[in-house]
T-cell receptor, first 111, second 115 residues
Framework: KQEVTQIPAALSVPEGENLVLNCSFT??????LQWFRQDPGKGLTSLLL?????REQTSGRLNASLDKSSGRSTLYIAASQPGDSATYLC??????????FGAGTRLFVKA | GAGVSQSPSNKVTEKGKDVELRCDPI?????LYWYRQRLGQGLEFLIY????????KSGLPSDRFSAERTGESVSTLTIQRTQQEDSAVYLC???FGQGQGYEQYFGPGTRLTVT
């Protein structure tokens, strides 16, 4: 059974800092891994998707990496801004097409 | 273009009543997913559709929950005899296909409150 864990659960950083969010999963037989942000009271916004055959994806200040063999993904945010404050969710799609979400990392960027 | 839409945005119902939640996916998206998010908790996978078929219904919490999809478009999640534990935000997502390269796009959710 796939389990997804995100560390840390919460993070507070000053504006401008680079930061790394971690996601680990127990079953390496995955289809893809997707990072989302969720703002309070709102739906999810897709940030990056990494296919099983890929090692990383980049979009603007965001870079996500995937190491299937160790069951890990990281989301790197460069030069953080107050607008980056949100909950970041990692989601793993495995066999059977179920998608399992981590509990999220709540990020607060202080101005 | 239009994203995933869900209705109603909020629903308050009395315990024991039935509710229907609707999801309109992005046009052309063949895959559709339902999730539940209880207050302060992560997303819980409920069911997915490929076309109008749901190959795996094991994520549905109980037999009070059912879902259908018609015309490879709109989907309805029905909860019968609602209980207070059903209170949550119900989120729908769609993707162009089931392959590994397809992102899921989420709707804004339906907040269900059972009193």
């Amino acid at each position: 059974k796939q389990e997804v864990t995100q560390i840390p659960a919460a993070l507070s950083v000053p504006e401008g800092e680079n930061l790394v969010l971690n996601c680990s999963f127990t079953d390496s037989a995955i289809y893809n891994l997707q990072w989302f942000r969720q703002d309070p009271g709102k739906g999810l916004t897709s940030l990056l998707l990494i296919q099983s055959s890929q090692r990383e994806q980049t979009s603007g200040r965001l870079n996500a990496s995937l190491d299937k063999s160790s069951g890990r993904s990281t989301l790197y945010i460069a030069a953080s801004q107050p607008g980056d404050s949100a909950t970041y969710l990692c989601a793993v799609k495995s066999g059977g097409f179920k998608t399992i979400f981590g509990a999220g990392t709540r990020l607060f960027v202080k101005a | 273009g239009a994203g995933v839409s869900q209705s109603p945005s909020n629903k308050v119902t009395e315990k024991g009543k039935d509710v229907e939640l609707r999801c309109d996916p992005i046009s052309g998206h063949t895959a559709l997913y339902w999730y539940r998010q209880r207050l302060g908790q992560g997303l819980e996978f409920l069911i997915y559709f490929q076309g109008n078929s749901a190959p795996d219904k094991s994520g549905l919490p109980s037999d009070r929950f059912s879902a259908e999809r018609t015309g490879e478009s709109v989907s309805t999640l029905t909860i019968q005899r609602t209980q207070q534990e059903d209170s949550a935000v119900y989120l729908c997502a769609s993707s162009f296909g089931q392959g590994q390269g397809y992102e899921q796009y989420f709707g804004p959710g339906t907040r269900l409150t059972v009193t």
